[in-house]
T-cell receptor
């Protein structure tokens, strides 16, 4: 069965410092994609970054980078130079291919708080 | 460009009343469509997904149903709402290829009273 695990319900980071949000996944499918989304208090889901299972390099998007360790089945999100606007819930997600269908499952999320 | 519309934004319904939430996608064809529910302070639970017209896969047995009458229209329904149906409902779409990311609607906050 496919599963996404986020073990940190809440994290604090000092403004301008870097923070790592943990995510581990489980799938037997060789082809999958990993995502991170940000959900601010408004409720919208904002796509941050994507990593494909066959990608050789770790994905980066501005201040976001994904530390992909395939053998350990982890896909941690690193946010550099934290800002007050980074306060939000962060969700790790995985897209798996099952037969002709395709579904995306989410972890339980991590609440990131910023200390000014 | 592609856009996704979900309405209404908020809804307060009495227990036992019916429900219909609608989601439409513009600017793409044959998308995968999804309905998620998010309880307060919790993660997203996949309720239904669809890979084509009339094709619905249910992830969790429950009081809800979904339909896809048109390629870019996805409807979440209930005949009789329960208190436990309260939550934040999100519709999403994705392509069948490419980076496979999902794009989300603005969500509907449903309160069953």
């Amino acid at each position: 069965a496919q599963k996404i695990t986020q073990t940190q319900p809440g994290m604090f980071v000092q403004e301008k410092e870097a923070v790592t949000l943990d995510c581990t996944y489980d799938t037997s499918d060789p082809s999958y994609g990993l995502f991170w989304y940000k959900q601010p208090s408004s409720g919208e889901m904002i796509f941050l970054i994507y990593q494909g299972s066959y990608d050789q390099q770790n994905a980066t998007e501005g201040r976001y980078s994904l530390n992909f360790q395939k053998a350990r089945k982890s896909a941690n999100l690193v946010i550099s130079a934290s800002q007050l606007g980074d306060y939000a819930m962060y969700f790790c997600a995985m897209r798996v291919l099952y037969s002709s269908a395709s579904k995306i499952i989410f972890g339980s999320g991590t609440r990131l708080s910023i200390r000014p | 460009s592609q856009t996704i519309h979900q309405w209404p934004a908020t809804l307060v319904q009495p227990v036992g009343s019916p429900l219909s939430l609608e989601c439409t996608v513009e600017g793409t064809s044959n998308p995968n469509l999804y309905w998620y529910r998010q309880a307060a302070g919790r993660g997203l639970q996949l309720l239904f997904y669809s890979v084509g017209i009339g094709q619905i896969s249910s992830e969790v047995p429950q009081n809800l149903s979904a339909s896809r009458p048109q390629d870019r229209q996805f409807i979440l329904s209930s005949k009789k709402l329960l208190l436990s149906d309260s939550g934040f409902y999100l519709c999403a779409w994705s392509l069948t290829g490419g980076t496979l990311e999902s794009f989300f609607g603005q969500g509907t906050r449903l309160t069953v009273v």
